[in-house]
């Protein structure tokens, strides 16, 4: 699978995930509907099965997920929550992409 395809799969599996649990964060911090919690049932069903989706074995896969999941969890602190991040979220991010690209992207050699 090319780079992009495979950085476009994570971002949706990201979001899948945070749809997933900030619905249920809005239930119970913000007074929600507990009919948010059906939603975020299906978003988090759906972040599992696009997980299986990644052509690399699962443990490298969840290892690199975690640096594409920081970035978009911090975009979405911007675009959902109104918050601008810090030069501190910035370096972070951009520290996590670095290891992402490193763990999914570094030659292997044919063991």
């Known amino acids: 699978m090319e780079a992009a395809k495979v950085l476009a799969l994570f971002v949706v599996t990201a979001i899948a995930e945070i749809v997933g649990c900030y619905l249920p964060y809005l239930w119970l911090r913000r007074d929600g509907s507990i009919l948010l919690l059906l939603p ?23 290892a ?5 999941y920081i970035v978009v969890a911090l975009a979405w602190l911007f675009l959902v929550q109104r918050i601008i991040p810090d030069r501190w ?4 991010g951009a520290v996590t992409l670095a290891g992402m690209a490193i763990i999914y992207f570094g030659p292997r050699s044919a063991a």
């Open 64 to 68: 690199a997920y975690g640096g594409i």
């Open 89 to 92: 979220d910035l370096i972070g």
């Open 40 to 62: 975020a049932g299906v978003a988090l069903a759906a972040f599992v099965w696009l997980l299986t989706l990644h052509p690399h074995v699962a443990g490298r896969t969840y």
